[in-house]
């Protein structure tokens, strides 16, 4: 017989502060991004738009992978998810 899944099942409230995380990081990632092609632009005399591009989206797509991964870890420890984990013990413990 199957059962119940002993993992408490989450409410849409951390969720949603986990997006407006998100968002903030977003919002960092973007004015970092920013930064990052004006010092390029002044400080390169021949600067070409494909490196702008992409010193632009690199520097956004890095610091927004990093601080998404960081604000996961956060929020995973946060809900409790991994303190039922930390405290498993198979069924089947024969050596």
Known sequence: MPRHDPLRQPSGIPRRRLL???RWVALFALAVAVLAVLLVTQSVE?????????TGVGTFVT???AG????LIFFSSSSGYDDEAAHFQ??????
């Open 20 to 22: 407006r995380a998100i």
């Open 46 to 54: 021949g600067w070409h738009p494909h490196m702008i591009i992409a």
């Open 63 to 65: 610091v927004m992978l």
């Open 68 to 71: 998404t991964l960081m604000l």
């Open 90 to 95: 198979p069924e089947n413990d024969e050596p």
